[in-house]
């Protein structure tokens, strides 16, 4: 059974510029949520997906967007980046909203905005 | 609004110690609590999970208990190994919230 995989994992993007990240979730698993750390915090809620609709959003603003694909793989975009976008994005990937099998996250995306 | 500190923030013990981290969260209303480890920026790998109904869970030196009740959870570390050395974070998954909502961490450092 493979385990989630996020690409790149690393990325060092300029102010104003769009990035896309992308996750491949667990074998199985047909949610993905994506999660944003900033450094010394603890995960914060992006949104999820379910069946290629967003099923759930923090506290994000619409500049945050993503897809998810009848593989059930994800896709996060941010657009015009600032500097505070600067973190370690997670994906993470679960059977239904996960409260039978919790969650599992992939290694994450660090990306630098300059 | 569900919130979840861990206490301690930061901890440095020798090896061989048995530990205790704690995580509380102010909303019982849970599905379950999940316990992570973070090395330095990497990504989260999962310890334990505990379902509500549930008061414990062991894995290996690890165990982590739950009262929900009471809005804590506890993991143990028995014999700590410098390996252990990483940053512990507790999650909990709310009714009606489809999100995790983490706590700040613990980061554990074991010398020789």
């Known amino acids: 059974e493979t385990g989630v995989t996020q690409s790149p994992t690393h990325l060092i993007k300029t102010r104003g510029q769009q990035v896309t990240l992308r996750c491949s979730s667990q074998s199985g698993h047909n949610t993905v949520s994506w999660y944003q750390q900033a450094l010394g915090q603890g995960p914060q809620f992006i949104f999820q997906?379910?069946?290629?609709?967003?099923?759930g959003r923090g506290n994000f603003p619409p500049r945050f967007s993503g897809l998810q694909f009848p593989n059930y793989s994800s896709e996060l975009n941010v657009n015009a980046l600032e500097l505070d976008d600067s973190a370690l994005y997670l994906c993470?990937?679960?059977?239904?909203?996960?409260?039978?099998?919790?969650?599992?996250f992939g290694s994450g995306t660090r990306l630098t905005v300059v | 609004k569900q919130e979840v500190t861990q206490i301690p923030a930061a901890l440095s013990v020798p090896e061989g110690e048995n530990l205790v981290l704690n995580c509380s969260f102010t909303d019982s209303a849970i599905y379950n609590l999940q316990w992570f480890r973070q090395d330095p920026g990497k990504g989260l790998t999962s310890l334990l999970l505990i379902q509500s109904s549930q008061r414990e869970q062991t894995s290996g030196r690890l165990n982590a208990s739950l009262d929900k009740s009471s809005g804590r959870s506890t993991l143990y570390i028995a014999a700590s190994q410098p390996g252990d050395s990483a940053t512990y974070l507790c999650a909990v998954l709310s009714y009606n919230t489809d999100k995790l909502i983490f706590g700040t961490g613990t980061r554990l450092q074991v010398f020789p």
């Open positions: 993470a990937s679960s059977l239904g909203a996960g409260p039978l099998n919790g969650y599992t």
């Open positions: 997906y379910y069946r290629e609709e967003e099923n």
